[in-house]
Structure formats: C-alpha cells, structure tokens
C-alpha cells in the first residue's frame, strides 16, 4: 500500500481528519508521548503521511529509541515511530469520546484507528512485528 507526504496547502486541515474534534487534544498526545517515551527527542517538525486507504499518521523527524510502560524498548524508524505514536493517541482519543459519550466522534476515530491498523498489516515483516509489540 502506497504512503505519501501530505503537500503544504493541506496540512492546514490534517489534524482535524486525523483526530476528529479532538484534533487540538490528539496532535498535543503525540508530542507529549514522544517526548515522554523517545531518546533525545526535542521536539522539531513532523511530516503528515497519508496512506491510500485513508489511514493518517503524524511521522516525526528521524528515528527514536523508545522506552514504553509495556516493556518495549526498541530503536524505531521515523515512520514507525509516527505509527505507533499516532495509534497511542487515537486510542487515547476514543477512550476519551467513549467517556464523553460522543458517539459521532468515537465512530470515526474507531474508522482511522482501524485504517491505520488496516496499513500496518501492508507493511514487511520486521516493521509489522515492531509497531505490534510497541502497541501491545
């Protein structure tokens, strides 16, 4: 399954596909688990990918050692940790529009969660086999 960058004149509206109405809340989960869980991570610029099935993800600018609560600890690719970094958030964002009882917003956030899902299951073995224990 191909990936491409999102061009400049649309990453204006790229979070909001991406989180829904908690784009604000989704975008800010990801820097604060990157910073929280990625070696030497500062900050700096993300790429918006999107995927030809519709999956989103935020990929960050190099590749990180990452250190998570479920034992994993791994060097990760830039894409994968973007992968793994986005599939943390929007879990984190439907478990929030479930609690918040935003039926509309849980759906779709349920729909990208499983699109991004739906592309890691493309990817070569190794990749596939890193984002699966990072999310586990």
């Keep these: 399954m191909k990936v491409k960058k999102v061009p400049q004149n649309q990453r204006l509206n790229f979070l909001p596909k991406l989180f829904y109405a908690y784009y604000l809340t989704g975008e800010n989960f990801v820097y604060g688990f990157m910073d929280k869980n990625a070696s030497n991570y500062t900050g700096g610029y993300y790429e918006f990918m999107k995927c030809e099935n519709g999956a989103l993800y935020?990929?960050?600018?190099?590749?990180y050692f990452l250190s998570l609560s479920n034992h994993f600890a791994d060097v990760v690719s830039a894409d994968n940790?973007?992968?793994?970094?986005?599939l943390y958030a929007l879990n984190a964002m439907i478990h929030k529009a479930h609690v918040k009882g935003h039926a509309d917003v849980?759906?779709?956030?349920?729909?990208?969660?499983?699109?991004?899902?739906?592309y890691v299951r493309?990817?070569?073995?190794?990749?596939y086999s890193l984002i699966k224990r990072a999310i586990d």
Excluded: F, Q, R, W
Aim: aromatic share 4%.
């Design 58 to 63: 935020m990929k960050p600018d190099a590749e």
């Design 81 to 86: 940790c973007g992968i793994i970094a986005t």
């Design 106 to 118: 849980l759906h779709y956030l349920i729909k990208k969660h499983d699109e991004l899902n739906d």
């Design 122 to 127: 493309t990817l070569d073995d190794v990749s």
